[in-house]
């Protein structure tokens, strides 16, 4: 702080000839690079340290200069309200920075992941297209081998026949032939009991040779030829074969149409778990976005009664003046609830004095978050919104589910001067209809088609989020 029991009355002490500073001007140029090379530039308040050396410079200037000490000192409460009111908007707006970052890569997660699973079906899909279509070349290279076979095997049994029916042929004449040889040989031995001709037995042996030799070269045409052909019973094992294989496509085709349809009913499944996620999750959003405003305009109107009740425009209240202003803002509080806001304020700005700077109070916080005086402002509303809900599972009594009349009658029992717009909004956000409207937009028409109960303790819970009473 600069040092305010230095008085100086030369002439050059305000005031100095060309291309020479004042003395004053030189006195708070010093104390400024003095206090600023003090603060350590790792500090998480470098920024309000250094506004506060500006603040002194500037305090010390007007008390100096008492012809425009009015105007000063309504400048400078002015460019205070506004820092503290931009500071308000700040950490208003920092939540919303990190959500929307957040719901961004959630998003970015959620995409990726639902773009490789669909590569990942789809190429289970393609897999499966693969072997279906292999099957079938199988089966179709199958039905050709068959249909061959069967050509051939027709053929080689009609040729096979002709031969049979040929061996059997010789066979017959053969028969024929001996039977004859016989039959001549015994008349001439009984009559003239003469030895057999050698000419004719000669030529029965010839011939028998001859036949012989053209059944075993017709023996070895025949083996020739159908060496390759397939048995019978080969055969009858083939078709048998098929006739699986054919069964199984038609099991696998069917097992890959069940397949198909349970992943496509998995797949709507998933999409409408996710509808309903998204659709929770906004309305949780939508929840927290109005205790953050509730809080938000809670510490404004507390400011806002702050100022007003500051007649001098100093930035600073006596601790009766406080504590009016308190009671002013908050008048359903006790005495006892009071009493802890103004020790705590006192706590906080460690005062000696019988004054409290309030605009402190709110440039305190670090790092966005509130001073000890605002937590326990935020604490004693959420004291009084637990005890207003306490109050209202009274009123509904063991209710398992409660409608919408059974809430709108319990609420104004509890609080009889919650007005319409409030009472609509509470019953809105209770019964989540029509989420997306505004404060004081939500229409008593589309709360009385709602009919269906709802389990009492979530109904509770959802109110958690609405302020008792206008304080």
């Not at 959003?285 to 507390?302: A, F, K, P």
């Not at 509904?396 to 609509?424: H, N, Y």
Request: hydrophobic share 35%; charged share 30%.
């Amino acid at each position: 702080m600069v040092n305010k029991t230095v008085c100086w009355t030369g002439s050059d002490y305000l005031y100095a000839g060309p291309g020479r500073k004042p003395r004053f001007l030189r006195q708070l140029e010093s104390y400024v690079n003095r206090e600023l090379q003090a603060i350590n530039p790792h500090e998480p308040e470098l920024q309000e340290l250094r506004l506060q050396v500006y603040r002194d410079v500037f305090g010390r200037f007007i008390e100096e200069f008492k012809t425009y000490q009015p105007l000063l000192c309504a400048i400078k409460k002015e460019y205070e309200n506004t820092l503290v009111y931009q500071q308000l908007q700040i950490r208003d707006l920092e939540p919303l920075q990190c959500h929307l970052r957040l719901v961004t890569e959630e998003c970015d997660r959620r995409v990726r992941a639902r773009w490789e699973e669909e590569q990942a079906l789809e190429r289970e899909k393609q897999q499966l297209q693969r072997d279906v279509e292999a099957m079938r070349e199988k089966e179709t290279v199958m039905q050709a081998l068959v249909a061959r076979l069967q050509s051939e095997l027709a053929d080689q049994y009609l040729l096979y026949q002709e031969q049979s029916d040929a061996h059997e042929s010789l066979i017959a004449k053969l028969h024929d032939l001996t039977s004859c040889s016989v039959k001549e040989e015994e008349p001439a031995h009984e009559n003239t009991g003469e030895d057999k001709d050698p000419v004719m037995l000669r030529l029965a042996l010839r011939v028998c040779r001859e036949d012989l030799t053209k059944a075993q070269v017709e023996l070895n045409r025949i083996q020739a030829e159908y060496w390759d052909v397939v048995p019978r019973c080969n055969w009858e094992t083939l078709e048998h074969t098929h006739q699986q294989t054919l069964l199984q496509l038609e099991r696998l085709q069917g097992d890959f149409d069940q397949l198909r349809s349970e992943h496509d009913t998995l797949l709507e499944l998933h999409k409408r778990d996710s509808m309903h996620a998204e659709s929770d999750r906004s309305v949780t959003e939508q929840m927290d976005e109005s205790v953050r405003h509730q809080q938000s305009q809670l510490q404004s109107n507390l400011l806002k009664v702050l100022i007003h009740s500051d007649a001098s425009e100093s930035g600073a209240l006596t601790v009766q003046e406080f504590r009016a202003a308190l009671r002013t803002a908050f008048p359903l509080k006790s005495d006892q609830a009071i009493d802890a806001l103004v020790a705590s304020a006192e706590s906080e700005l460690d005062s000696s004095n019988d004054t409290i700077a309030y605009q402190r109070l709110y440039s305190l916080g670090a790092n966005g978050k509130n001073g000890e005086f605002l937590s326990l402002v935020m604490r004693q509303s959420l004291e009084e919104r637990q005890l207003y809900i306490s109050q209202l599972r009274v009123q509904l009594g063991d209710k398992g589910e409660v409608s919408v009349s059974d809430l709108r009658g319990a609420l104004m029992c509890v609080d009889p001067a919650l007005d319409s717009d409030a009472l609509d909004w509470s019953l809105s956000l209770a019964f989540q209809v029509n989420q997306w409207a505004d404060y004081g937009k939500v229409k008593e028409e589309e709360l009385n088609q709602c009919d269906t109960p709802l389990d009492r303790e979530t109904v509770l819970q959802r109110l958690v989020s609405v302020l008792p009473r206008q304080d």
